[in-house]
């Protein structure tokens, strides 16, 4: 649950008015795949949820997919 907390002080980043830092997109990479903690991350405003083993060309696909 700390890392929700953290979600929310990032989040507060996030709401600045600073235009470039709310378009950045947000990733967790874990090695919990449980779904109900996926959803509570999304809700949250993770724009991504990859769980571990990771693909690297996966992983770079999805993060191309936020930055362009």
């Given at each position: 649950?700390?890392?929700?907390h953290a979600l929310r002080r990032v989040e507060g980043m996030f709401q600045m008015?600073?235009?470039?830092?709310?378009?950045?997109?947000?990733?967790?990479?874990?090695?919990?795949?449980?779904?109900?903690?996926?959803?509570?991350?999304?809700?949250?405003?993770?724009?991504?949820?990859?769980?571990?083993?990771?693909?690297?060309?996966?992983?770079?696909?999805?993060?191309?997919?936020?930055?362009?």
């Open positions: 649950m700390e890392l929700f008015k600073n235009p470039p830092v709310r378009l950045l997109p947000f990733f967790i990479l874990t090695e919990n795949s449980d779904l109900a903690t996926e959803y509570e991350y999304r809700h949250e405003g993770v724009n991504d949820y990859i769980t571990a083993p990771v693909n690297i060309p996966e992983l770079i696909r999805r993060v191309l997919f936020f930055v362009e």
